[in-house]
């Protein structure tokens, strides 16, 4: 045991004020290390009573780690030598819980120096302790936090903009490494031009000003190429509010930027594309078209050179029909053979653009685009092609390819309407032709129809004066030798004279019922009578002529057949019908049939003749219109012209229908009562009709 009481004595009174110092344990150590007192802040710290721990050795408040590594004893030997000694450590209590602690161990000495013993003051601070453990953890792990952001660059910078620190964003986004960049000037993220305009120290002032800062901007990495920055810079101040520096955050907007330029990009290409579609409605020269698309690629690609080649029909070269940036005087000269494999003339070339061989001049222009200009009208689907070119090397995109290939549609359109209206001008033009013969045929037929006019009035009255002449001798000579007059040679003379100038009448009559017809003029007189009574007498009239061909004339069918027509007329169509028979009828027999049905009526006549080729059926009703051959048959190809034109103004219908060589049969069809149609005139316009 130590004797307490003499390491005591020279604390004398102090030694009860310091029993009851409750935030420190004060207690005393003989030169051993051993507890010699004990007071009640140890007792509170280290949870050991002073009857517990007095005596024994001061090793036991440390950890097993410390004592075994000798801390305890090196401790004590350097208060003794060097008469104080602090440390911070962990130190453990009697449940054997640990606690931070701030130790000071005082060599006590003797007068006459030797040693007597040690005080150690020993704080818990642990509560401390934690709290910076706390704070350490908390900033590890924000620097962790930090650190691991890698979209962002987050970096610290001096009151003078000196980088700070460094995170791996931040390593990441600008190439520098934290040895590399750390205690450089920030200046260095700037293009050089905003270094020389002083934007990195404005930047700085406004963030010290305001606290903040914030832009979006071009930014440098270490190997020189920018980047588009959103930029965060915020001044740091400590708690007496003085600027301790400036955190920086730098995020690389590069895609979204690169994104929002394409998109202005297309839009530009877009809007230059819809402008050239303008133009060209409004200009339908192909040439100002071509030119202004030429424009419009320079302008829009930026590209140094524009051409517009024409493929020749033989698809075996190219030649420049405009272009910029190239000699003027090649246009329209100078030429490039096409390679036959050339995508050029593929159904489907590369949709990317193509580069063509002899057009790429490595040289001037390393990079280009081409795309074809179609035009279907040309023998290969092909007009020529259009392309682009620059004097630097450069890569086209999608957008770009596309806004040539709009460009070159353009062009394909206005060629394509070009054309269409060289067929519209070409159609017209046939069309006018076509108007001015119409035209000058129907003034013929007017001018013939006015000379048949007025020829057979003409005609009529020097032959009716001449018929009366010829009537009148007739009778002279007959009252002068009755019995004699018809078998004399003058008689026989005259009667022929007379036949001729009736032959003549009638067919001035024909003339006139032309004229008649054409002028609208024809008139129908209807009457109340027996058209089978007409039948007959008209057959009869025809018994001789047609016995002369030895034609045998056969009636059938209906005995009465009363109604209302023109009589004249209506006698008028049946003899045309019936000298037809005869005239064409081969000598073979010729019915006529009478039929009525309700209120109508039909009349057929039928022969066995040389009947009607198809072809002539639709045209032997048209005026001066004949099928048979004009030497064995004489004729003017009217009869049937007026026959119908009779029939068609009683309300009726005539039709034929004849096989060649097996006869005709012609058909009659009319109301009972004259259904009287006002028939427009059949003039020069319907002649054709
Ligand atoms: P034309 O008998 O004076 O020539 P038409 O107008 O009466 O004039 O007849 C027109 C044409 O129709 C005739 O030229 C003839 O070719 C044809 N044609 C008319 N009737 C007959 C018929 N019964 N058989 C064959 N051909 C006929």
């Known amino acids: 045991m130590i004797d307490s009481t003499a390491l005591l004595a020279p604390f004398g009174d ?19 290390g051993t507890v010699v007192s004990w007071n009640e802040g140890a007792q509170a710290i280290k949870g050991y009573s002073a009857s517990e721990i007095v005596g024994q050795s001061s090793a036991r408040f440390y950890t097993r780690e410390d004592v075994l590594a000798g801390r305890h004893a090196q401790l004590l030997a350097r208060a003794a030598q060097e008469g104080r000694v602090e440390d911070e450590g962990w130190r453990v209590r009697k449940d054997g819980s640990r606690f931070w602690a701030d130790v000071v161990i005082t060599a006590i000495r003797g007068a006459d120096g030797a040693l007597r013993g040690f005080v150690k003051i020993t704080r818990d601070l642990t509560e401390r302790k934690r709290g910076e453990e706390a704070l350490r953890q ?76 914030q832009e979006e901007g071009w930014r440098v990495r270490k190997d020189g190429s920018r980047f588009w920055a959103s930029v965060v810079l915020s001044a740091v101040r400590d708690e007496l509010g003085t600027l301790v520096g400036f955190t920086k955050v730098t995020r690389d907007m590069s895609d979204r930027k690169l994104a929002e330029e394409a998109m202005l990009e297309r839009t530009r290409q877009q809007g230059a594309v819809a402008q050239l579609g303008v133009f060209a409605v409004e200009q339908p020269a192909v040439d100002a078209v071509i030119h202004r698309a030429i424009d419009t690629v320079r302008d829009t690609l930026g590209t140094e050179r524009v051409q517009v080649l024409e493929l020749s029909d033989d698809g075996n070269s190219l030649t420049l029909r405009g272009g910029c940036g190239v000699d003027p005087a090649g246009v329209g000269r100078l030429a490039v053979a096409v390679d036959r494999g050339s995508q050029l003339l593929s159904p489907e070339p590369d949709p990317q653009g193509f580069p063509l061989a002899g057009l790429l001049d490595e040289q001037a222009f390393p990079s280009g685009i081409t795309v074809v200009i179609r035009a279907s009208a040309r023998p290969l689907g092909v007009y020529g092609v259009l392309c682009a070119h620059t004097a630097v090397r450069r890569a086209f995109n999608g957008d770009d390819v596309n806004f040539l290939r709009s460009v070159a549609n353009v062009i394909a359109a206005a060629i394509e309407r070009r054309r269409m209206e060289e067929q519209v001008r070409v ?109 007959r007498q008209v057959a009869e009239d025809f018994r001789e002529p047609a016995a002369e061909t030895g034609t045998e004339l056969r009636l059938h069918g209906a005995q009465r057949m009363e109604g209302c027509w023109d009589r004249l007329r209506m006698e008028q169509v049946l003899v045309n019908l019936l000298s037809n028979a005869v005239k064409y009828g081969a000598g073979r027999p010729v019915s006529v049939r009478l039929e009525s049905a309700g209120e109508r009526i039909r009349i057929s006549v039928v022969d066995e003749g040389i009947g009607i080729a198809p072809e002539d059926l639709g045209r032997i009703f048209t005026r001066f219109e004949r099928a048979a051959p004009v030497r064995n048959y004489a004729g003017l190809g009217l009869g049937l012209y007026i026959s119908r034109y009779i029939v068609d103004a009683h309300g009726g219908r005539i039709e034929v229908s004849s096989r060649p060589g097996q006869g005709s049969t012609f058909v009659i069809d009319l109301p009972l009562v004259a259904a009287l149609v006002t028939l427009p005139g059949q003039g020069p316009r319907q002649a054709r009709a």
């Open 14 to 32: 102090a030694q009860l004020a310091i029993g009851g110092i409750r935030h420190y344990a004060i207690f005393l150590l003989d030169p051993h």
């Open 138 to 213: 908390g900033e590890e792990r924000m620097r962790l936090m930090i650190d691991s952001v890698q979209e962002y660059a987050i970096f610290m910078l001096d009151p003078t903009g000196r980088v700070a620190s460094w995170n791996s964003g931040a390593e990441r986004l600008k190439g520098y490494t934290a040895p590399e960049i750390v205690g450089q000037s920030f200046s260095r993220f700037y293009p050089e031009p905003e270094v020389r305009a002083g934007k990195p120290e404005r930047e700085l002032e406004i963030a010290e000003r305001e606290g903040r800062f």
């Open 427 to 535: 159609a017209e033009r046939r069309m006018q032709e076509e108007r001015v013969r119409t035209a000058q045929v129907q003034e013929a037929l007017r001018e013939r129809d006015e000379f048949i006019s007025v020829a057979a009035h003409e005609l009529r009255t020097p032959l009716t004066a001449l018929q009366l002449k010829l009537q009148g001798l007739e009778r002279g000579l007959r009252a002068a030798a009755p019995e004699k007059s018809a078998g004399s040679k003058i008689g026989g003379r005259l009667e022929g004279a007379l036949r001729q100038t009736k032959r003549l009448s009638h067919l001035i009559e024909r003339l006139l019922d032309v004229s008649r017809i054409a002028a609208g003029r024809l008139e129908l007189a209807p009457e109340r009578f027996d058209l089978a009574e007409l039948v």
